[in-house]
């Protein structure tokens, strides 16, 4: 599977960006969203089921952050509102065959697409 991230950019603090994640091919893998700011270690975001019946979300996003997918487009989704500068971080779209928020269950990864949120 081959995923391919979109949709970064430069947003002032407050605002709201759309991340894109397409597949080459058609999954029911669990679509997951990470990032990683300079000098962290890469943290879980966001996943969703194939169906959308089980999302989960760190703390950190939680009410400002949704995940979906169009599965008829193979293409997941991360809308963000009420950007806040601690967002500023590479994104990565992953798929994964597990209920999982942990980075080792992730098999396929997508390049990443920076976000910056500016104060």
């Known amino acids: 599977v081959l995923l391919q991230a979109s949709g970064g950019g430069l947003v002032q603090a407050g605002g709201f960006l759309r991340l894109s994640c397409a597949a080459s091919?058609?999954?029911?893998?669990?679509t997951g969203w990470f990032r990683q700011a300079p000098g962290k270690e890469r943290e879980f975001v966001a996943a969703?089921?194939?169906?959308?019946?089980?999302?989960d979300y760190a703390d950190s996003v939680q009410g400002r952050f949704i995940i979906s997918r169009d599965n008829a487009k193979n293409t997941g989704y991360l809308q963000m509102n009420s950007l806040k500068p601690e967002d500023t971080a590479a994104y990565y779209c992953?798929?994964?065959?597990?209920?999982?928020?942990?980075?080792?269950?992730?098999?396929?990864w997508g390049q990443g697409t920076q976000v910056t949120v500016s104060s």
């Open positions: 969703t089921s194939w169906a959308g019946s089980w999302t």
């Open positions: 091919i058609r999954t029911r893998y669990i």
């Open positions: 992953a798929e994964s065959r597990f209920y999982s928020s942990s980075r080792v269950d992730y098999e396929y």
